[in-house]
T-cell receptor, first 110, second 112 residues
Framework: SQQGEEDPQALSIQEGENATMNCSYK?????LQWYRQNSGRGLVHLIL?????REKHSGRLRVTLDTSKKSSSLLITASRAADTASYFC??????????FGEGTQLTVNP | EAGVAQSPRYKIIEKRQSVAFWCNPI?????LYWYQQILGQGPKLLIQ????????DSQLPKDRFSAERLKGVDSTLKIQPAKLEDSAVYLC??????????FGPGTRLTVT
């Protein structure tokens, strides 16, 4: 089974609204990353949060990490139509191997 | 900076045929990865190279999949013979460190 599991599987919102996606994992991690994948394209790295960090910001992105609950959330504020994509969390245990979740499909309606 | 290049972008083959994918990583990136992404799922690591040596191929179906990275730069991934369940997008990624990975556009394989 996948290390990371995203919730919800699909999310549809209006432009300007905030979007929150969650990721849960099973084993201890060193880092957790979020990636975006536009339809038919490769993945793009968004943000990395280390296991000793609780929150991190990058532009309109806010990531939180709760290692006691083995979960992370990605918040996209003031969403735009261009944010429509699939979002994946990925974890590593200190090595360079990433384990990806199943992804959340976000649709932002103009 | 040029990104990760992959070819072909699309490939349709019949089951039991062979197919090969090519990847050119970002210049200077020592680590190269091949992932398989089945529709509706996250990418699954097939093999990881550090320069021209294999670091992790534990999830590579070695009876039909093979990969090489000659001279520690370009890489090829081969499937022989292909099965219907191999239909997926094959993603190549490279990395300068153990954190951020840079992905290519992928090759969409359809096995009929």
């Amino acid at each position: 089974s996948q290390q990371g599991e995203e919730d919800p599987q699909a999310l549809s919102i209006q432009e300007g609204e905030n979007a929150t996606m969650n990721c849960s994992y099973k084993t201890s991690i060193n880092n957790l990353q979020w990636y975006r994948q536009n339809s038919g394209r490769g993945l793009v790295h968004l943000i990395l949060i280390r296991s000793n960090e609780r929150e991190k910001h990058s532009g309109r992105l806010r990531v939180t990490l709760d290692t006691s609950k083995k979960s992370s959330s990605l918040l996209i504020t003031a969403s735009r139509a261009a944010d429509t994509a699939s979002y994946f969390c990925a974890t590593d245990d200190g090595g360079s191997r990433l384990t990806f979740g199943e992804g959340t499909q976000l649709t932002v309606n103009p | 900076e040029a990104g990760v290049a992959q070819s072909p972008r699309y490939k349709i083959i019949e089951k039991r045929q062979s197919v090969a994918f090519w990847c050119n990583p970002i210049s200077g990136h020592a680590t190269l990865y091949w992932y398989q992404q089945i529709l509706g799922q996250g990418p699954k690591l097939l093999i990881q190279f550090q320069n021209n040596g294999v670091v992790d191929d534990s999830q590579l179906p070695k009876d039909r999949f093979s990969a090489e990275r000659l001279k520690g730069v370009d890489s090829t991934l081969k499937i022989q013979p292909a099965k219907l369940e191999d239909s997926a997008v094959y993603l190549c990624a490279s990395s300068p460190n153990i954190y951020e990975q840079y992905f290519g556009p992928g090759t969409r394989l359809t096995v009929t």
